[in-house]
């Protein structure tokens, strides 16, 4: 691998396509000189070795050029549930290409309509002719653009409860039937798309786990999301969740660049946010073990993504506390990269579930708190108020 040209890496956007190619060129390199897919099984193109092959892979690939941008969702989120839930077919077809470099793919879960209520989709999948046709939107996909494939969650019966109608497909983004549009952000970035399905046909064979089973497939991938969020995912490749601007801020040189390297406070500020970051890397460790050996249910998965946004945001404060001025106003210093940071700073709040949801999570599902009321459990999809104009028209 190329050694990381830290000036290259900071300008490489991961909204252009050409980053996207670049990602796949480093990612077949990783392929061919055996090193794709540390933890992935061998029979599916991976290494089949343990989590501290790839820690060790991680700390040695920090000073080289990697395919971060693959990391997430196509690796740990998108792949790993397709080795979870998908086919021996899907399994060998697509994990095998993305190690590879071959292949992209994404999660399209929220909608236009909703986001944070995953189960209540309107996007319908209905059958004819022996194929499913997709109608519908989804939204706040991220990296779509780039994606070959996306892990599709449709409703195929709207008289099952909201939970029970539902299924996970692996659609074709290059379909005939696919619009994709770009969603710009506050900080300028149009990583974010929104979809539009308009009679896209798929086979069977397109189905992850079984029809009106999307809900347990959707569970476990949102597990995957969760984990790769907390950064606490075995199959992410090099020190990094997504590309090297999400790589921690040297606060360090930071405060030595600003003149203020030797300030008590600034100092202190450092140490806080330093130990933040090295407290959640054992917790990302303790928690992955836990689950693996089963003293921790794999709900414990959102205790890392929770801890994950309180380290990003106290990095950011404290590099923002830092810069000053200098983070807002071009004045010929790389600062203004800690401004465009913090206009992003809530995704590690929002991003994979928001943490209130993460904190439902922890209390209902570790710590078996009793579950918040809800008006449309047991209740047939079609009965529920927002779905019955989606479904058939009917009031």
């Known amino acids: 691998m190329p050694p990381l040209d830290a000036v290259r890496a900071v300008g490489l956007e991961r909204d252009e396509l050409a980053s996207w190619h670049r990602a796949r060129e480093l990612q077949t390199t990783l392929y ?23 820690k060790a892979f991680d700390a040695e690939a920090a000073v080289y050029e990697t395919p971060l941008l ?58 004819r002719s022996g194929r499913w046709v997709i109608n519908g939107a989804k939204t706040w996909s991220t990296w779509a653009f780039a994606a070959d494939y996306g892990l599709c969650l449709a409703r195929t019966d709207w008289e099952a409860t909201k939970h029970d109608g539902l299924t996970m497909f692996l659609v074709p983004l290059a ?5 994709i549009s770009r ?60 590309e090297a601007q999400d790589v921690s801020v040297d606060l360090m040189s930071l405060a030595a660049r600003t003149g203020q390297g030797e300030t008590e406070s600034v100092r202190e500020a450092i140490g806080r946010a330093l130990v933040h970051r090295a407290v959640h890397t054992q917790l990302s460790e ?31 404060d404290t590099a923002y506390a830092i810069a000053g001025p200098a983070a807002v106003v071009e004045d010929g210093t790389v600062s203004l990269d800690i401004g465009v940071r913090y206009l ?6 929002i991003g994979g579930g928001t943490t209130e949801m993460a904190r439902n999570v922890i209390g209902e599902r570790v710590l078996n708190f009793p579950r918040e009321y809800a008006a449309d459990r047991g209740v047939p999809f079609n009965q529920v108020r927002h779905a019955k104009v989606a479904e058939g028209g009917r009031l």
Not at 175 to 179: A, L, S, Y
Not at 290 to 304: D, K, R
Request: hydrophobic letters at 35%.
């Open 70 to 127: 693959l990391n997430v969702p196509s690796f740990a989120i998108c792949c790993a549930t397709i080795l979870d839930m998908g086919s021996e077919e899907q399994k060998r077809a697509h994990i095998r290409a993305a190690l590879r470099g071959d292949e992209v793919l994404v999660q399209l879960l929220s909608e236009p309509g909703g986001g944070s209520d995953l189960a209540g989709v309107i996007t319908r999948a209905d059958r």
């Open 32 to 54: 061919d000189g055996g090193f794709a897919g540390i933890c992935f099984p061998r029979e599916y193109g991976g290494l089949g070795l343990g989590y501290e092959y790839k």
């Open 175 to 179: 379909h005939p039937g696919v619009t």
């Open 286 to 316: 303790h928690v992955y073990h836990a689950v693996a050996y089963g003293s921790l249910p794999p709900a414990a998965g959102s205790i890392t993504r929770l801890d994950m946004a309180e380290v990003h945001n106290v990095e950011i």
């Open 344 to 349: 992003g700073r809530q995704i590690a709040s």
């Open 183 to 242: 969603v710009r952000q506050v900080n300028g970035s149009i990583e974010f798309c929104e979809e539009f399905f308009d009679d896209v046909d798929v086979g069977d064979d397109a189905v992850v786990g079984k029809p009106g089973a999307g809900w347990d497939v959707a569970s476990r991938q949102l597990y995957h999301e969760r984990r790769a969020m907390g950064d606490g995912s075995e199959y992410t490749s090099g020190p990094g969740i997504a």
